[in-house]
């Protein structure tokens, strides 16, 4: 595996098909997942590694965002990458970006409402890994559910021509979706974050059954929260490709949650289908590789 730091040099080392994954580094195997999916698909794989401040709305998240960089490029090419893209900020950024990329429509809900600036900071880095290395595919975790429908809507808006590949959330055993800031979670928190899970888990049982009132599935999916006292910022069904609530499941659509279990934000989501299919996705038979090495935020 190569190691790039500048567009041009990234560009000039691609062959044949080109597999873009976009990350923000600290990986987990929710990374290593998509790369070897990108790996199948692809004859040259790409794993940008950007920690991009645009889409940070609070300075001390981004103060703390792990990194780590012998680690990621190791797990990186073990994961089959040929080229690791990790500009300095000069390179994605050699002067404050003018410019502007918003898709309101598509961010003026769920994190788009509780996070101000974040979508937009995603949207500019996107348009810019996505015109600068021009891949056909581009890889995302459907973990970030909005995101997804999001830099699919980029893509098409702006004619680029890729295709946004949607891959399955990685999980613990126990159903906790797997996020570097699951290591802060305190024993008593790591026992709490579970009803995130299980909450979904219980709402797409619910459809797998028949059910198909939005308020129904997401009353199915906060009642697990409310039974062991997490306090949900949001519950929410949403159109998959608009990430805009919707009152019936009559669509393919994604029930997403964002909570604060003590002082960690957590989100998580399952994809569901009008005929009553969910996406729940992969379950590790083993404790993840973010606890036998380094830290997380
Ligand atoms: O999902 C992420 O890690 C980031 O939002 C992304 C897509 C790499 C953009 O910085």
Known sequence: MRIAPTFAATRAACRGTVGLVPTMGFFHEGHLALIETAREQADTVVVSLFVNPLQFNDPADLARYPRDF??????????????LFAPPPEEMYPEPPAVRVSLPALSAELEGAHRPGHLDGVAVVVAKLY????????FFGRK?????????????????????VGCPTLREADGLALSSRNVFLTPEG????????????????????????????????????EAVGVSAEYVAMAAAAEAVRIPRLDRPAFLAVAARVGAIRLIDN?????????????FLE??????????GC
């Open 131 to 138: 015109a600068g290395l021009q891949p056909h595919l581009a």
């Open 190 to 225: 790591r026992v709490s974050a579970r009803a995130l899970s299980r909450g979904l888990f219980a709402a797409a049982d619910a459809a797998a059954a028949g059910e198909r009132s939005g308020a129904a599935l997401e009353g199915a999916a906060a009642a697990e929260l």
């Open 70 to 83: 012998d680690r990621d490029a190791s797990l990186a090419e073990s994961a089959g990458a040929d080229l």
């Open 144 to 164: 970030d559910a909005q995101q997804l429908a999001l830099v699919t809507r980029l893509a098409a808006d702006l004619s680029f021509p890729i295709r946004v």
């Open 270 to 282: 399952v994809f569901l289908w009008p005929d009553g299919r969910a996406d729940r996705g992969r």
């Open 286 to 295: 083993r404790p993840s590789l973010l606890y036998s090495k380094g830290k």
